[in-house]
Nanobody, 124 residues
Framework: QVQLAESGGGLVQAGGSLRLSCVAS????????MGWFRQAPGQEREFVAA????????YYADSVTGRFAISRDNAKNTVYLQMNSLNPEDTAVYYC?????????????????WGQGTQVTVSS
């Protein structure tokens, strides 16, 4: 089992920035990749970004490319999501997730452990 704990969400004005953090604990030696998804009310959970735990390759949704950056600190078992130039369409609950078998996955089915989520609200 892997446990994930997100932090860093909040309320920010359009054009502002936030950094989300996610700490993994438990059987972390099995992690292949970590990622971030988001879900707005009434919408499906959508892929935001992912990073391979070993090689560090990164993957982004088109909607956040150039604005968001995912990074990791293997020693701290932590993944970060730096979010810049935020707009109201980025408002959602952001979920940290990890996969023990898939690299570069963009579907929720590619991941097997999930955090509780952290709310990000961007005001216009």
């Amino acid at each position: 089992q892997v446990q994930l704990a997100e932090s860093g969400g909040g309320l920010v004005q359009a054009g502002g920035s936030l950094r989300l953090s996610c700490v993994a604990s438990g059987r972390t030696f099995g992690i292949a990749a970590m990622g971030w998804f988001r879900q707005a009310p009434g919408q499906e959970r959508e892929f935001v970004a992912a990073i391979n735990w070993g090689g560090g390759n990164t993957y982004y949704a088109d909607s956040v490319t150039g604005r968001f950056a995912i990074s990791r600190d293997n020693a701290k078992n932590t993944v970060y999501l730096q979010m810049n130039s935020l707009n109201p369409e980025d408002t959602a609950v952001y979920y940290c997730t990890t996969s023990t078998w898939k690299l570069g996955g963009r579907s929720p089915r590619d991941y097997n452990y999930w955090g509780q989520g952290t709310q990000v609200t961007v005001s216009s």
